[in-house]
Protein backbone atom coordinates (compact mmCIF):
# COMPACT_ATOMS: atom_id res chain seq x y z
CA UNK A 1 0.00 0.00 0.00
CA UNK A 2 1.38 3.31 -1.27
CA UNK A 3 2.37 5.66 1.72
CA UNK A 4 0.50 9.26 1.94
CA UNK A 5 2.56 13.02 2.22
CA UNK A 6 0.49 15.53 3.07
CA UNK A 7 2.17 18.95 1.76
CA UNK A 8 0.13 22.55 3.38
CA UNK A 9 0.93 24.85 0.76
CA UNK A 10 1.25 24.58 -2.75
CA UNK A 11 3.68 27.51 -3.57
CA UNK A 12 6.85 26.73 -5.85
CA UNK A 13 8.24 24.57 -2.88
CA UNK A 14 5.16 22.91 -1.88
CA UNK A 15 4.72 22.08 -5.49
CA UNK A 16 8.47 20.39 -5.57
CA UNK A 17 7.51 18.51 -2.27
CA UNK A 18 4.36 17.48 -3.66
CA UNK A 19 6.15 16.46 -7.44
CA UNK A 20 9.44 14.38 -5.13
CA UNK A 21 6.93 12.38 -3.43
CA UNK A 22 4.58 11.58 -6.14
CA UNK A 23 7.54 10.82 -8.42
CA UNK A 24 8.91 8.59 -5.66
CA UNK A 25 5.53 6.50 -5.24
CA UNK A 26 4.17 8.62 -2.37
CA UNK A 27 -0.08 9.17 -2.19
CA UNK A 28 0.22 12.78 -2.12
CA UNK A 29 -2.56 15.30 -1.04
CA UNK A 30 -2.14 19.10 -1.06
CA UNK A 31 -4.00 21.32 0.71
CA UNK A 32 -3.72 25.41 -0.56
CA UNK A 33 -6.51 27.63 -0.47
CA UNK A 34 -5.68 29.35 -3.77
CA UNK A 35 -7.79 28.63 -6.13
CA UNK A 36 -4.89 28.63 -8.94
CA UNK A 37 -2.79 26.20 -6.64
CA UNK A 38 -4.17 23.27 -8.91
CA UNK A 39 -2.52 24.47 -12.21
CA UNK A 40 0.61 26.06 -10.30
CA UNK A 41 1.27 22.22 -8.72
CA UNK A 42 0.66 20.65 -11.90
CA UNK A 43 3.29 23.40 -13.93
CA UNK A 44 5.90 21.89 -11.26
CA UNK A 45 5.00 18.52 -11.50
CA UNK A 46 5.11 18.69 -15.50
CA UNK A 47 8.34 19.74 -15.13
CA UNK A 48 9.56 17.09 -12.68
CA UNK A 49 8.62 14.43 -14.77
CA UNK A 50 10.53 15.62 -17.75
CA UNK A 51 13.62 16.10 -15.52
CA UNK A 52 14.00 13.89 -12.40
CA UNK A 53 13.68 10.42 -13.99
CA UNK A 54 16.56 11.72 -16.22
CA UNK A 55 18.90 11.35 -13.67
CA UNK A 56 17.67 7.76 -12.41
CA UNK A 57 19.23 4.45 -14.27
CA UNK A 58 16.82 2.12 -12.54
CA UNK A 59 13.20 2.75 -13.41
CA UNK A 60 10.72 5.43 -11.30
CA UNK A 61 8.34 3.94 -9.16
CA UNK A 62 4.77 3.54 -9.86
CA UNK A 63 3.54 7.57 -9.56
CA UNK A 64 1.47 8.06 -6.87
CA UNK A 65 -1.95 9.23 -6.65
CA UNK A 66 -2.20 13.34 -6.40
CA UNK A 67 -5.28 15.01 -4.74
CA UNK A 68 -6.14 18.21 -3.52
CA UNK A 69 -8.07 18.43 -0.10
CA UNK A 70 -10.44 21.12 0.98
CA UNK A 71 -9.34 21.43 4.50
CA UNK A 72 -5.91 20.67 6.17
CA UNK A 73 -7.72 17.97 8.09
CA UNK A 74 -8.25 16.17 5.09
CA UNK A 75 -5.12 16.79 4.08
CA UNK A 76 -3.71 15.13 6.68
CA UNK A 77 -6.11 12.31 7.60
CA UNK A 78 -3.76 8.66 7.00
CA UNK A 79 -0.98 10.81 6.22
CA UNK A 80 2.76 8.86 6.76
CA UNK A 81 4.54 12.73 6.88
CA UNK A 82 3.34 16.25 6.87
CA UNK A 83 5.55 19.07 5.10
CA UNK A 84 4.40 22.59 5.75
CA UNK A 85 5.46 25.25 3.23
CA UNK A 86 3.30 28.19 3.75
CA UNK A 87 4.54 32.10 3.62
CA UNK A 88 7.36 32.81 5.76
CA UNK A 89 4.96 34.31 8.58
CA UNK A 90 5.05 32.92 12.34
CA UNK A 91 2.00 33.56 13.31
CA UNK A 92 0.41 31.70 10.12
CA UNK A 93 2.52 28.65 10.60
CA UNK A 94 1.31 28.32 14.21
CA UNK A 95 -2.18 28.01 13.07
CA UNK A 96 -1.30 26.07 10.63
CA UNK A 97 0.39 23.55 13.31
CA UNK A 98 -2.32 23.51 15.26
CA UNK A 99 -4.52 22.71 12.62
CA UNK A 100 -2.31 19.63 11.70
CA UNK A 101 -2.52 19.02 15.04
CA UNK A 102 -5.91 18.49 15.57
CA UNK A 103 -6.27 15.81 13.28
CA UNK A 104 -2.64 13.85 13.19
CA UNK A 105 -1.21 12.29 15.96
CA UNK A 106 2.89 11.14 16.03
CA UNK A 107 3.22 12.16 12.79
CA UNK A 108 6.20 13.60 11.37
CA UNK A 109 5.82 17.65 10.59
CA UNK A 110 8.86 19.32 8.55
CA UNK A 111 9.23 23.03 7.91
CA UNK A 112 10.05 24.47 4.73
CA UNK A 113 11.03 27.09 6.86
CA UNK A 114 14.20 29.28 5.40
CA UNK A 115 14.82 31.25 8.72
CA UNK A 116 12.44 30.42 11.44
CA UNK A 117 14.03 28.03 13.84
CA UNK A 118 11.89 25.36 15.15
CA UNK A 119 11.77 26.31 18.72
CA UNK A 120 10.17 29.17 16.96
CA UNK A 121 7.99 26.88 15.17
CA UNK A 122 6.84 24.96 18.73
CA UNK A 123 5.70 27.79 20.21
CA UNK A 124 2.30 26.53 21.23
CA UNK A 125 2.29 23.36 19.96
CA UNK A 126 0.09 20.88 20.96
CA UNK A 127 3.13 18.60 20.62
CA UNK A 128 6.38 20.14 19.86
CA UNK A 129 8.22 16.98 19.33
CA UNK A 130 6.98 16.05 15.94
CA UNK A 131 7.77 19.52 14.74
CA UNK A 132 11.02 20.39 13.05
CA UNK A 133 12.99 21.86 10.09
CA UNK A 134 13.16 20.29 6.68
CA UNK A 135 14.30 23.08 4.41
CA UNK A 136 14.84 22.36 0.73
CA UNK A 137 15.99 24.03 -2.17
CA UNK A 138 14.18 25.13 -5.49
CA UNK A 139 13.66 22.91 -7.30
CA UNK A 140 12.90 20.12 -4.52
CA UNK A 141 12.32 17.53 -7.00
CA UNK A 142 15.98 17.72 -8.37
CA UNK A 143 18.17 19.16 -5.77
CA UNK A 144 18.96 16.68 -3.27
CA UNK A 145 19.57 18.81 -0.12
CA UNK A 146 17.02 19.58 3.08
CA UNK A 147 18.64 20.73 5.80
CA UNK A 148 17.31 18.90 8.91
CA UNK A 149 17.15 21.14 12.40
CA UNK A 150 15.54 19.37 15.42
CA UNK A 151 15.73 21.35 18.95
CA UNK A 152 15.81 20.04 22.36
CA UNK A 153 11.84 19.54 22.43
CA UNK A 154 11.88 17.31 19.26
CA UNK A 155 11.91 13.35 19.14
CA UNK A 156 15.36 12.11 18.01
CA UNK A 157 14.01 9.01 17.17
CA UNK A 158 11.29 10.67 14.74
CA UNK A 159 14.04 13.12 13.42
CA UNK A 160 15.86 9.72 12.18
CA UNK A 161 13.16 8.42 11.03
CA UNK A 162 12.10 10.98 9.19
CA UNK A 163 15.70 11.39 7.70
CA UNK A 164 14.49 7.62 6.42
CA UNK A 165 12.10 8.74 4.79
CA UNK A 166 13.71 12.08 3.11
CA UNK A 167 16.58 9.38 1.83
CA UNK A 168 13.96 7.18 0.23
CA UNK A 169 13.03 9.83 -2.09
CA UNK A 170 16.45 10.97 -2.76
CA UNK A 171 17.04 13.80 -0.46
CA UNK A 172 20.45 14.24 1.37
CA UNK A 173 19.33 15.00 4.91
CA UNK A 174 21.59 17.59 6.23
CA UNK A 175 21.18 17.27 9.85
CA UNK A 176 21.93 20.72 11.32
CA UNK A 177 23.88 20.26 15.11
CA UNK A 178 22.53 23.57 16.36
CA UNK A 179 19.47 25.42 15.24
CA UNK A 180 20.15 28.70 14.30
CA UNK A 181 18.22 31.83 12.00
CA UNK A 182 18.53 30.89 8.49
CA UNK A 183 20.14 27.38 8.88
CA UNK A 184 23.18 27.11 7.39
CA UNK A 185 22.97 27.31 3.78
CA UNK A 186 20.77 30.42 3.52
CA UNK A 187 23.08 32.32 5.50
CA UNK A 188 25.92 31.97 3.05
CA UNK A 189 22.88 33.27 0.51
CA UNK A 190 22.09 36.05 2.26
CA UNK A 191 25.87 37.20 2.65
CA UNK A 192 26.06 37.01 -0.97
CA UNK A 193 22.67 38.34 -1.70
CA UNK A 194 23.62 41.33 0.88
CA UNK A 195 26.55 42.25 -1.24
CA UNK A 196 25.30 41.75 -4.44
CA UNK A 197 22.55 44.82 -3.39
CA UNK A 198 25.46 47.18 -3.19
CA UNK A 199 27.32 45.95 -6.14
CA UNK A 200 24.31 47.03 -7.83
CA UNK A 201 23.13 50.33 -5.55
CA UNK A 202 27.04 51.41 -6.48
CA UNK A 203 26.92 51.16 -9.68
CA UNK A 204 30.09 48.54 -10.06
CA UNK A 205 27.93 45.98 -11.30
CA UNK A 206 24.57 44.86 -13.51
CA UNK A 207 22.43 42.09 -12.32
CA UNK A 208 23.87 40.30 -15.07
CA UNK A 209 27.37 41.02 -14.44
CA UNK A 210 27.46 39.40 -10.67
CA UNK A 211 25.45 36.08 -11.83
CA UNK A 212 28.57 35.71 -14.82
CA UNK A 213 30.93 36.29 -12.54
CA UNK A 214 29.01 33.37 -10.49
CA UNK A 215 28.38 30.71 -13.18
CA UNK A 216 31.85 31.75 -14.81
CA UNK A 217 33.84 31.60 -11.85
CA UNK A 218 33.26 30.25 -8.28
CA UNK A 219 29.60 28.84 -8.85
CA UNK A 220 31.63 25.99 -10.98
CA UNK A 221 33.94 25.05 -8.12
CA UNK A 222 30.89 25.28 -5.40
CA UNK A 223 28.76 23.04 -7.36
CA UNK A 224 31.45 19.84 -6.96
CA UNK A 225 33.56 21.22 -4.03
CA UNK A 226 31.80 23.66 -1.57
CA UNK A 227 33.56 26.00 -0.06
CA UNK A 228 36.42 24.58 2.04
CA UNK A 229 37.66 21.84 0.10
CA UNK A 230 37.63 24.78 -2.55
CA UNK A 231 39.94 26.82 -0.81
CA UNK A 232 42.02 23.88 0.28
CA UNK A 233 43.25 23.02 -2.76
CA UNK A 234 43.47 26.69 -3.23
CA UNK A 235 46.33 26.70 -0.64
CA UNK A 236 48.29 24.38 -3.20
CA UNK A 237 50.67 21.79 -1.70
CA UNK A 238 50.57 23.14 1.62
CA UNK A 239 46.80 22.81 1.74
CA UNK A 240 44.11 24.88 3.91
CA UNK A 241 47.04 25.78 6.33
CA UNK A 242 48.88 27.86 3.76
CA UNK A 243 45.74 29.14 2.10
CA UNK A 244 44.53 30.65 5.32
CA UNK A 245 48.09 32.14 5.70
CA UNK A 246 48.08 33.72 2.41
CA UNK A 247 44.65 35.00 2.22
CA UNK A 248 44.09 35.39 6.25
CA UNK A 249 44.96 38.86 6.62
CA UNK A 250 41.91 39.68 3.99
CA UNK A 251 39.33 39.44 6.58
CA UNK A 252 40.21 42.67 8.28
CA UNK A 253 40.47 44.70 5.06
CA UNK A 254 37.28 46.69 4.07
CA UNK A 255 36.41 44.50 0.84
CA UNK A 256 32.90 43.87 1.70
CA UNK A 257 30.11 45.32 3.40
CA UNK A 258 28.50 42.23 5.08
CA UNK A 259 27.65 44.37 8.25
CA UNK A 260 26.03 47.35 6.37
CA UNK A 261 22.79 46.78 4.46
CA UNK A 262 21.84 49.27 1.55
CA UNK A 263 18.48 50.86 2.40
CA UNK A 264 15.55 48.46 0.74
CA UNK A 265 13.36 51.26 -0.98
CA UNK A 266 11.40 51.47 -4.48
CA UNK A 267 14.49 53.40 -5.49
CA UNK A 268 16.55 50.14 -4.81
CA UNK A 269 13.73 47.73 -5.72
CA UNK A 270 13.24 49.31 -9.48
CA UNK A 271 16.98 49.59 -9.86
CA UNK A 272 17.41 45.49 -9.41
CA UNK A 273 14.04 44.41 -10.79
CA UNK A 274 14.40 46.27 -14.04
CA UNK A 275 17.79 45.50 -14.29
CA UNK A 276 16.63 41.83 -13.70
CA UNK A 277 13.92 42.13 -16.64
CA UNK A 278 16.92 43.42 -19.22
CA UNK A 279 18.50 40.46 -17.74
CA UNK A 280 16.38 37.71 -18.54
CA UNK A 281 12.55 38.90 -19.33
CA UNK A 282 12.67 37.51 -22.60
CA UNK A 283 11.90 34.24 -21.32
CA UNK A 284 8.95 33.52 -19.37
CA UNK A 285 9.28 31.99 -15.57
CA UNK A 286 8.73 28.74 -17.05
CA UNK A 287 11.01 28.38 -19.74
CA UNK A 288 14.18 29.99 -17.40
CA UNK A 289 12.92 26.33 -15.18
CA UNK A 290 12.89 24.37 -17.91
CA UNK A 291 16.39 25.58 -19.00
CA UNK A 292 17.55 25.46 -15.27
CA UNK A 293 16.54 21.63 -15.05
CA UNK A 294 18.04 20.68 -18.05
CA UNK A 295 21.46 22.23 -16.64
CA UNK A 296 21.45 21.06 -13.56
CA UNK A 297 20.48 17.49 -15.31
CA UNK A 298 23.82 17.95 -17.29
CA UNK A 299 26.00 19.16 -13.84
CA UNK A 300 24.57 16.17 -11.54
CA UNK A 301 24.47 13.15 -13.86
CA UNK A 302 28.75 14.62 -14.30
CA UNK A 303 28.86 14.36 -10.79
CA UNK A 304 26.89 10.93 -10.64
CA UNK A 305 29.15 9.48 -12.93
CA UNK A 306 32.32 10.49 -10.87
CA UNK A 307 30.54 9.31 -7.55
CA UNK A 308 31.04 12.67 -6.40
CA UNK A 309 29.41 15.45 -4.39
CA UNK A 310 25.25 15.63 -5.07
CA UNK A 311 26.49 12.51 -7.58
CA UNK A 312 26.92 10.26 -4.56
CA UNK A 313 23.61 10.93 -3.68
CA UNK A 314 22.13 10.08 -6.62
CA UNK A 315 24.05 6.67 -7.02
CA UNK A 316 22.79 5.89 -3.59
CA UNK A 317 19.42 6.49 -4.47
CA UNK A 318 19.70 3.93 -7.40
CA UNK A 319 20.82 1.54 -5.51
CA UNK A 320 18.16 1.87 -2.63
CA UNK A 321 15.92 1.53 -5.56
CA UNK A 322 17.36 -1.54 -7.40
CA UNK A 323 17.35 -2.98 -4.14
CA UNK A 324 13.93 -3.49 -3.87
CA UNK A 325 13.32 -4.84 -7.93
CA UNK A 326 12.31 -8.53 -7.64
CA UNK A 327 15.07 -10.74 -8.03
CA UNK A 328 14.85 -12.63 -11.32
CA UNK A 329 13.27 -16.47 -10.53
CA UNK A 330 14.20 -18.81 -12.94
CA UNK A 331 11.55 -21.04 -14.59
CA UNK A 332 10.22 -21.62 -18.05
CA UNK A 333 10.68 -17.88 -19.80
CA UNK A 334 13.14 -15.51 -20.58
CA UNK A 335 14.70 -13.81 -17.36
CA UNK A 336 13.80 -9.96 -16.84
CA UNK A 337 17.37 -8.67 -15.85
CA UNK A 338 17.84 -4.98 -16.57
CA UNK A 339 15.01 -2.00 -16.29
CA UNK A 340 15.86 1.09 -17.57
CA UNK A 341 15.04 4.93 -18.06
CA UNK A 342 15.88 6.51 -21.66
CA UNK A 343 18.00 9.53 -20.63
CA UNK A 344 18.62 12.56 -22.42
CA UNK A 345 22.03 11.69 -23.24
CA UNK A 346 20.66 8.82 -25.24
CA UNK A 347 18.63 11.31 -27.38
CA UNK A 348 19.76 11.63 -31.09
CA UNK A 349 18.83 14.13 -33.34
CA UNK A 350 15.80 12.29 -34.64
CA UNK A 351 14.61 12.60 -30.92
CA UNK A 352 15.09 8.61 -30.75
CA UNK A 353 17.05 6.28 -28.50
CA UNK A 354 20.91 6.24 -30.41
CA UNK A 355 22.29 3.44 -31.87
CA UNK A 356 24.99 3.08 -29.31
CA UNK A 357 22.32 2.80 -26.38
CA UNK A 358 20.70 -0.29 -27.79
CA UNK A 359 23.93 -1.70 -27.83
CA UNK A 360 24.32 -0.38 -23.98
CA UNK A 361 21.29 -1.60 -22.39
CA UNK A 362 21.71 -5.08 -24.16
CA UNK A 363 25.21 -5.04 -22.12
CA UNK A 364 23.65 -3.84 -18.93
CA UNK A 365 21.14 -6.74 -19.63
CA UNK A 366 23.99 -9.61 -20.56
CA UNK A 367 26.15 -7.94 -17.58
CA UNK A 368 23.09 -8.87 -15.12
CA UNK A 369 22.78 -12.54 -16.17
CA UNK A 370 26.59 -12.70 -15.67
CA UNK A 371 26.44 -11.29 -11.96
CA UNK A 372 23.04 -13.60 -11.54
CA UNK A 373 25.40 -16.97 -12.56
CA UNK A 374 28.33 -15.91 -10.08
CA UNK A 375 30.09 -14.22 -12.72
CA UNK A 376 30.45 -10.96 -11.03
CA UNK A 377 33.29 -7.85 -10.65
CA UNK A 378 34.46 -10.62 -7.91
CA UNK A 379 34.99 -13.29 -9.78
CA UNK A 380 36.59 -11.37 -12.85
CA UNK A 381 38.93 -11.07 -10.44
CA UNK A 382 39.97 -13.99 -9.68
CA UNK A 383 41.24 -13.47 -13.27
CA UNK A 384 38.53 -15.30 -15.17
CA UNK A 385 35.55 -13.42 -16.58
CA UNK A 386 32.97 -14.15 -19.81
CA UNK A 387 33.99 -12.02 -23.45
CA UNK A 388 31.44 -11.74 -26.19
CA UNK A 389 32.76 -13.11 -29.51
CA UNK A 390 29.60 -12.59 -31.38
CA UNK A 391 26.88 -9.99 -31.42
CA UNK A 392 24.03 -9.17 -34.02
CA UNK A 393 21.64 -6.92 -33.07
CA UNK A 394 18.08 -5.81 -34.91
CA UNK A 395 16.42 -2.70 -34.60
CA UNK A 396 12.44 -3.45 -34.28
CA UNK A 397 10.95 -0.32 -32.89
CA UNK A 398 11.50 3.44 -31.35
CA UNK A 399 12.58 4.25 -27.81
CA UNK A 400 12.03 8.02 -26.50
CA UNK A 401 13.33 10.14 -24.04
CA UNK A 402 11.30 9.07 -20.63
CA UNK A 403 10.78 5.12 -21.84
CA UNK A 404 10.69 2.22 -19.44
CA UNK A 405 12.99 -0.60 -21.01
CA UNK A 406 13.13 -3.62 -19.80
CA UNK A 407 16.06 -6.64 -20.41
CA UNK A 408 15.62 -10.21 -20.85
CA UNK A 409 17.41 -12.96 -21.52
CA UNK A 410 16.66 -16.23 -23.38
CA UNK A 411 19.45 -18.81 -22.97
CA UNK A 412 19.60 -20.69 -26.34
CA UNK A 413 22.73 -22.86 -24.79
CA UNK A 414 25.11 -23.09 -22.77
CA UNK A 415 28.24 -25.52 -22.08
CA UNK A 416 31.47 -25.56 -19.95
CA UNK A 417 32.98 -23.01 -22.55
CA UNK A 418 30.09 -21.03 -24.22
CA UNK A 419 27.57 -19.09 -23.52
CA UNK A 420 24.66 -18.44 -26.36
CA UNK A 421 22.08 -15.86 -25.26
CA UNK A 422 19.23 -13.87 -26.83
CA UNK A 423 18.46 -10.42 -25.33
CA UNK A 424 15.39 -8.84 -25.85
CA UNK A 425 14.78 -4.84 -25.26
CA UNK A 426 11.15 -4.71 -24.10
CA UNK A 427 9.25 -1.13 -24.00
CA UNK A 428 5.74 -1.83 -22.96
CA UNK A 429 6.11 -5.81 -23.33
CA UNK A 430 7.31 -4.90 -27.11
CA UNK A 431 10.55 -5.46 -28.25
CA UNK A 432 12.44 -2.37 -29.51
CA UNK A 433 15.20 -4.12 -30.44
CA UNK A 434 16.72 -7.85 -30.26
CA UNK A 435 20.45 -8.99 -29.73
CA UNK A 436 22.10 -12.47 -30.08
CA UNK A 437 25.53 -13.21 -28.28
CA UNK A 438 28.16 -15.71 -28.34
CA UNK A 439 29.99 -15.22 -25.06
CA UNK A 440 33.37 -17.50 -24.35
CA UNK A 441 34.66 -17.84 -20.81
CA UNK A 442 38.46 -17.48 -20.79
CA UNK A 443 40.99 -17.73 -18.23
CA UNK A 444 42.80 -13.94 -19.13
CA UNK A 445 46.38 -14.66 -17.96
CA UNK A 446 45.86 -17.09 -20.76
CA UNK A 447 44.03 -15.25 -23.00
CA UNK A 448 42.30 -18.60 -24.43
CA UNK A 449 39.22 -19.91 -23.29
CA UNK A 450 38.35 -22.39 -21.01
CA UNK A 451 36.00 -24.43 -19.02
CA UNK A 452 33.62 -22.00 -16.12
CA UNK A 453 34.15 -23.61 -12.24
CA UNK A 454 31.51 -25.65 -11.21
CA UNK A 455 29.90 -23.21 -9.05
CA UNK A 456 29.00 -20.85 -12.10
CA UNK A 457 27.64 -23.77 -14.48
CA UNK A 458 25.28 -25.14 -11.51
CA UNK A 459 23.90 -21.84 -11.48
CA UNK A 460 23.73 -21.45 -15.36
CA UNK A 461 22.97 -25.19 -17.01
CA UNK A 462 19.57 -25.22 -14.89
CA UNK A 463 18.79 -22.19 -16.88
CA UNK A 464 19.53 -23.58 -20.07
CA UNK A 465 18.06 -26.29 -19.48
CA UNK A 466 14.72 -24.82 -18.17
CA UNK A 467 14.54 -22.40 -21.69
CA UNK A 468 15.70 -25.65 -23.97
CA UNK A 469 11.98 -25.94 -24.99
CA UNK A 470 11.06 -22.24 -25.53
CA UNK A 471 10.53 -21.71 -29.17
CA UNK A 472 13.70 -20.32 -30.68
CA UNK A 473 13.53 -16.76 -31.54
CA UNK A 474 12.98 -16.16 -35.28
CA UNK A 475 15.88 -13.71 -35.30
CA UNK A 476 18.27 -16.03 -33.99
CA UNK A 477 20.80 -16.62 -36.53
CA UNK A 478 20.40 -14.45 -38.75
CA UNK A 479 22.90 -12.48 -40.88
CA UNK A 480 22.85 -8.86 -42.19
CA UNK A 481 20.68 -8.39 -44.65
CA UNK A 482 19.07 -11.50 -44.17
CA UNK A 483 15.24 -11.12 -45.64
CA UNK A 484 12.61 -11.38 -43.31
CA UNK A 485 10.74 -14.87 -44.21
Given at each position: ?206 TEEIDEAI ?116 GTGPLEMA ?147
Amino acid sequence: MARKAAIIGGGVIGGGWAARFLLNGWDVSVFDPDPEAGRKIGEVLANARASLPALSDVPMQSEGALSFATSITEAVEGADYIQESVSERLDLKHRVFAQIQQSSHGVPIGSSTSGFKPSELQQGAADPSVIFVAHPFNPVYLLPLAEVVPSAQTDAGLVERAKETLREIGMFPLHVRKEIDAHIADRFLEAVWREALWLVKDGVATTEEIDEAIRMGFGLRWGQMGLFETYRVAGGEAGMKHFMAQFGPCLTWPWTKLMDVPEFNDELVDLIAGQSDAQSGMHSIRELERIRDQNLIGFLRVLKERNWGAGKVLLEHDALRRAALPVPVPGTGPLEMAHLTVLPGWIDYNGHMTESRYLFAASETSDAFLRFIGADVAYVGTGYSYYTAETHIMHLGEAKLGDALTGSVQVLAADEKRLHIFIRILKGGEAVATLEQMLLHVDMAAGKTCAAPKAILDRLLPIAAAHAPLPRPEAAGRHVGQRKA
